[in-house]
T-cell receptor
């Protein structure tokens, strides 16, 4: 009964370092997405995927890369971290076939990233 | 494009008192509306949703919301709050378009932090 699992829970990076935030879901959901949550700005969509091999940009994609080689996994890569990327990152999934109305987003517990 | 406004960033309420969290949206087409709740150190989870039909929607944990098309609002209410309701609440909207079915994007508001005072 895992749902959406994100690792790590916390991470501190130095400016210029790279890292990958992991996201896995066991619900066979086709739709997966990454959001960042910042104070006073709510959740903003970074990238999303409607199925294996298909990805697209969201509202704030710059500085992030994604890939979707399997239905279960949707990693988010920071190639060269910047202080502006300090945030809480959430992965979410849903059953895309039924649309947002009938298949709400299931969220992981988040990764808190600090870039110094 | 759709947008959501939650004017109140923080709402303190005494335990067992009623609460209303305000949400207004903007869209040029019909919409679906949602309230998500985020408990401390957790991800968001769906509280309730409006798709169509009755404008009064009931959700989990005794919450309800009313869709008002003329005022483009979807305010969340609870008649009597408990300490366990302490959380951040997010209103969200997605546009109803057949051509985009299954690929609707959710737009979230900036959130309202509900604090219950014992």
């Amino acid at each position: 009964n895992a749902g959406v699992t994100q690792t790590p829970k916390f991470q501190v990076l130095k400016t210029g370092q790279s890292m990958t935030l992991q996201c896995a879901q066991d619900m066979n959901h086709e739709y997966m997405s990454w959001y960042r949550q910042d104070p006073g700005m709510g959740l903003r969509l970074i990238h999303y995927s409607v199925g294996a091999g298909i990805t697209d940009q969201g509202e704030v994609p710059n500085g992030y890369n994604v890939s979707r080689s399997t239905t279960e996994d949707f990693p988010l890569r920071l190639l060269s971290a910047a202080p502006s990327q300090t945030s809480v990152y959430f992965c979410a999934s849903s059953n895309q076939r039924f649309g947002t109305a009938n298949s709400p987003l299931h969220f992981g517990n988040g990764t808190r990233l600090t870039v110094t | 494009a759709q947008s959501v406004t939650q004017l109140d960033s923080q709402v303190p309420v005494f335990e067992e008192a009623p609460v209303e969290l305000r949400c207004n949206y903007s869209s040029s087409v019909s919409v679906y509306l949602f309230w998500y709740v985020q408990y401390p150190n957790q991800g968001l989870q769906l509280l309730l949703k409006y798709l169509s039909g009755s404008t009064l929607v009931k959700g989990i944990n005794g919450f309800e919301a009313e869709f008002n098309k003329s005022q483009t609002s979807f305010h969340l209410r609870k008649p009597s709050v408990h300490i366990s309701d302490t959380a951040e609440y997010f209103c969200a909207v997605s546009e109803r378009e057949e051509s985009n079915f299954g690929n609707e994007k959710l737009t979230f508001g900036t959130g309202t932090r509900l604090t219950i005072i014992p």
